[in-house]
């Protein structure tokens, strides 16, 4: 069965610092793989998301993450954080099969002014 | 605009009384999700339906259960909530098609459903 793994539950950084959060996940098939963020008190929306092509892809509000094959990862990043990217990360995975997606644990980040 | 919508958005009900939540879309998608996710945890798939075809997960309780009575609605019934059922129920859609479908194989979310069990 396939499963992601965060390694990252809770994050705290100081505005301008960069973000890298970490992903794996346990599926050995073509998968498609997302991020969503979850602003506090909002529903899930998608951050960005990886089909083919290119490893590094760009999202929404100045985020990118890269994937990498070899290691099983797509590990997301930021090169400067602002206080509204507080919120929690969700990493999530599906086999290209779909049926269903699959999400990671989740990291919680908290960005002080 | 097109959208996912849950109702209610808080529901508070009693140890064991029936509840009924609600999801509707406007995006004519095929597929509906209920996901269950509780507080600090990652949302876990409850069940989907591709169509009108139901697909149960191994580990939903059988306290769950769901009705697709149209394309644009889906709801889920609990049927004796415990304490434990206490969560935010977030229904998702997504478009049936490949990868060169636009939108394909990602979920649009509701805002959630936050059940509370006294």
């Known amino acids: 069965a396939q499963s992601v793994s965060q390694h990252n539950h809770h994050v705290i950084l100081s505005e301008a610092a960069s973000l890298e959060l970490g992903c794996n996940y346990s599926?050995?098939?073509?998968?498609?793989l997302f991020w969503y963020v979850q602003y506090p008190g909002q529903h899930l929306q998608l951050l960005l998301k990886y089909f083919s092509g290119d490893p590094l892809v760009k999202g929404i509000k100045g985020f990118e993450a890269e994937f990498i094959k070899s290691k099983f990862s797509f590990n997301l990043r930021k090169p400067s954080v602002q206080w509204s990217d507080t919120a929690e990360y969700f990493c999530?995975?599906?086999?290209?099969?779909?049926?269903?997606?699959?999400f990671g644990t989740g990291t919680r980040l908290l960005v002080s002014p | 605009d097109a959208m996912v919508i849950q109702n209610p958005r808080y529901q508070v009900t009693q140890f064991g009384k029936p509840v009924t939540l609600s999801c509707s879309q406007t995006l004519n998608h095929n597929v509906m999700y209920w996901y269950q996710q509780k507080s600090s945890q990652a949302p876990k798939l409850l069940f989907h339906y591709y169509d009108k075809d139901f697909n149960n997960e191994a580990d939903t309780p059988d306290n769950f259960q769901s009705r697709r009575p149209n394309t644009s609605f889906c709801f889920l019934d609990i049927r004796s909530p415990g304490l434990g059922d206490a969560a935010m129920y977030l229904c998702a859609t997504r478009p049936v098609g490949g990868q060169g479908v636009t939108g394909a194989n990602v979920l649009t979310f509701g805002a959630g459903s936050r059940l509370t069990v006294l």
């Open positions: 599926y050995g098939g073509t998968v498609n």
């Open positions: 999530a995975v599906v086999n290209t099969g779909f049926q269903k997606l699959v």
